[in-house]
């Protein structure tokens, strides 16, 4: 499985350009204590093919998967593929990364 990693600049990049659809697979409880702004939440653990695929295809921008620190992140992209869905990327370091670089976030 092909894995492809995104650093802060191109995530910051997409967000402003509108080219990404950033999928913050935290806990609700994680992403209501801070996320990065433009993200979306869809919780690892409710984990829906069907309601995956809808979100990705009904939005049209390239998703990209986030978690707390870059491990979450690669369990969703091998179980969306394992759903048929072709994604393979998420951002590499994270909230983690985000949040420790000063960048804003929300609450």
């Known amino acids: 499985?092909?894995?492809v990693d995104v650093d802060r600049d191109a995530v910051k990049q997409g967000l402003a350009d509108g080219s990404i659809l950033l999928i913050d697979v935290r806990e609700e409880h994680e992403f209501a204590g801070g996320h990065i702004p433009g993200s979306v939440s869809y919780?690892?653990?409710d984990f829906?093919?069907?309601?995956?695929?809808?979100?990705i295809e009904g939005d049209g921008r390239r998703p990209v998967f986030s978690c707390a620190s870059g491990v979450r992140s690669v369990h969703a992209i091998a179980a969306a593929r394992q759903a048929g869905l072709d994604v393979s990327e998420h951002y590499e370091g994270a909230f983690k990364d985000w949040y420790?670089?000063?960048e804003p976030i929300e609450r």
Not at 48 to 55: F, I, N, S, W
């Open 100 to 102: 420790g670089s000063g």
């Open 48 to 55: 829906d093919p069907a309601t995956l695929k809808a979100l």
């Open 1 to 3: 499985m092909t894995i």
């Open 43 to 45: 919780p690892l653990s």
